[in-house]
């Protein structure tokens, strides 16, 4: 008998504890967070970043990067450290791409002769074209977005067009040239505009021009470096990274030795191309995105600061 009354017991036990359970559940706050109305908090409310002198490297989330201009030396360390990880880091300058046209051919665009507009149209073609071919290439070209001829104004004897509206991320001039322009100036010389590499006194060596002439008219192409002006980075040379490559390692923060590349939490990062990938230094440079998005209602508002689910 007393078995019996045993085995009842054990068998409402084995009933009731579960049910327990469930009801306890019901008022504690859930472990679940209502992403992405919420965001799980970074444990340690730090970036990942290292000290260097310390030689320590402090834990915190290893989202996107947060790159420092005023630390930064250009000392290329940290695309050291990715080159047997991910190559995600490609060192770059910030060029600005102009084009001055003499008197001649200013007033022939503007009476609109064939052989001036068709020039103009063609630089703008290329730019378009080679933007469109990058955007999902393995090497995607920094998005940056292009003017247009209407900003054109007067330097002296020519009419300058500044093609770029943010400055142009790259490793070189020429691989600007080559990948904006490239269509262009293969279009002019077939046209028969002579196409001359052009040395400028007191030019970057960095700096490329080309000289294209037809009859009377002229134009300079040129891409120059802009430089920053700082004392601790004389060249203006930043690292660029390319988070269609990058595995979040972190290795790159150890190897900075001047504090000026941290780890934020940062960590929504997708986009639907492959350019958008790419951050620029100057994007770097910004503040990691914290706010809820943007679609997050007023009723949602409540419920998540309610905790309510
Ligand atoms: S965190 Fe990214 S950029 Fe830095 S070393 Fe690792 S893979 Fe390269
Ligand atoms: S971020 Fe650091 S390691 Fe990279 S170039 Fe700048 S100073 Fe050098």
């Not at 504890?17 to 559940?25: E, I, N, R, Y």
């Not at 706050?29 to 490297?57: C, H, Q």
Request: glycine residues 6%; aromatic residues 12%; contains cysteine.
């Amino acid at each position: 008998m007393v078995e019996e009354y045993a085995m009842v017991a054990q068998t409402l036990s084995r009933i009731v504890t579960p049910l327990l359970v469930g009801l306890k559940h019901l008022f504690m706050t859930p472990v679940t967070v209502k992403y992405p109305y919420e965001r799980v908090e970074n444990v340690t409310g730090e970036n990942f970043r290292y000290d260097p002198k310390a030689g320590i490297a402090y834990p915190g989330y290893k989202g996107r990067h947060i790159l420092y201009l005023d630390k930064c030396t250009g000392c290329s360390l940290c695309d050291i450290a990715c080159q047997n990880i991910a190559e995600a880091i490609i060192m770059v300058y910030g060029f600005n791409v102009t084009i001055s046209f003499n008197k001649e051919f200013y007033e022939m665009f503007k009476k609109g002769d064939g052989a001036a507009v068709n020039f103009v149209e063609s630089i703008v073609d290329s730019l378009v074209k080679s933007t469109d071919k990058k955007r999902y290439s393995s090497h995607p070209v920094v998005p940056f977005a292009w003017s247009d001829i209407r900003t054109i104004q007067q330097k002296g004897e020519m009419y300058e067009w500044k093609l770029n509206l943010e400055p142009v991320y790259d490793y070189r001039s020429e691989a600007i040239i080559e990948k904006y322009l490239g269509d262009f100036l293969g279009w002019a010389r077939s046209e028969g505009w002579d196409d001359e590499v052009i040395e400028v006194e007191g030019a970057d060596k960095e700096d490329e021009y080309h000289r294209l002439s037809k009859g009377g008219m002229a134009a300079i192409l040129a891409v120059t470096k802009i430089d920053e002006k700082l004392a601790h980075n004389k060249k203006s040379y930043f690292p660029a990274v390319d988070y269609g490559r990058c595995v979040f390692c972190g290795f790159c923060v150890d190897a900075c030795p001047f504090y000026a590349l941290e780890m934020t939490s940062e960590y929504e990062l997708s986009a639907t191309d492959r350019m958008s990938l790419l951050y620029t230094p100057r994007k770097l440079a910004g503040p990691p995105k914290t706010q809820p998005p943007a679609e997050l209602g007023w009723i949602e508002r409540i419920q998540t600061i309610l905790r309510w689910r």
